[in-house]
Antibody, heavy 119, light 112 residues
Framework: EVQLVESGGGSVKPGGSLRLSCAVS????????VGWVRQPPGKGLEWVGR??????????EYAAPVRGRFTISRDDSVNTLFLQMNSLKTEDTAVYYC??????????WGQGTLVTVSS | EIVMTQTPLSSPVTLGQPASISCRSS???????????LSWLQQRPGQPPRLLIY???NRFSGVPDRFSGSGAGTEFTLKISSVEAEDVGVYYC?????????FGGGTKVEIK
């Protein structure tokens, strides 16, 4: 069974930083394209970014609202995905879901972790 | 960026009756490889999203056959042939033909 377990959410002031982690099991993580999707409270889904497998270069790609502030990385030795979030804004408040891509869509999802940015 | 528009915003349905959700894209979702990368997700209350349909009409593993996807070009439909209580939630279309992936705004399915 594929499992994605996020951690690291919490409350932070505007301008602050937070680092999310996602532990992945049940699949060959090194071959997986993994990333993050967020959902502001009571709203819809928004793609944040992803990192490809190292076999195809391991490059990270980002949505425009977070580019330059967020960094996605992976550690294949411990099957873990990371999201480093800097210069946080109130509009970054959301549940952040870790996702695994396949078949040109988001196949597997974690349970999510809440990030609240407020003064 | 491709804009995905879902209708209706909310769909009250009677148990056992069919339901239909529409999704329209601002550009054709036919990829240069001939595939249409349109998917549907279900999000039950308090749960993360779950993949139902991928590549326009393919049901994901474990998805009941009462769910079906169809469409072409810029117009797409998710149909539930006979709504059950466990189908309550918000449904999202998502396109992956054009980068970045974009989501529809969601359609809430509730029981009358």
């Amino acid at each position: 069974e594929v499992q994605l377990v996020e951690s690291g959410g919490g409350s932070v002031k505007p301008g602050g930083s937070l680092r999310l982690s996602c532990a992945v099991s049940g699949l060959t993580f090194s071959n997986a394209w993994v990333g993050w999707v967020r959902q502001p409270p009571g709203k819809g889904l928004e793609w944040v970014g992803r990192v490809k497998s190292k076999a195809v270069g391991g490059t990270a790609e980002y949505a425009a609202p977070v580019r330059g502030r967020f960094t996605i990385s992976r550690d294949d030795s411990v099957n873990t995905l990371f999201l480093q979030m800097n210069s946080l804004k109130t509009e970054d408040t959301a549940v952040y879901y870790c996702t695994e891509e396949g078949e040109w869509t988001f196949v597997h999802w974690g349970q999510g972790t809440l990030v609240t940015v407020s003064s | 960026e491709i804009v995905m528009t879902q209708t209706p915003l909310s769909s009250p349905v009677t148990l056992g009756q069919p339901a239909s959700i529409s999704c329209r894209s601002s550009q054709s979702l036919v990829h240069s490889d001939g595939n249409t990368y349109l998917s549907w997700l279900q999000q039950r209350p308090g749960q993360p999203p779950r993949l139902l349909i991928y590549k326009l009409s393919n049901r994901f593993s474990g998805v009941p056959d009462r769910f079906s996807g169809s469409g072409a070009g810029t117009e797409f439909t998710l149909k539930i042939s006979s709504v059950e209580a466990e189908d309550v939630g918000v449904y999202y279309c998502i396109q992956a033909t054009h980068f970045p992936y974009t989501f529809g705004g969601g359609t809430k399915v509730e029981i009358k």
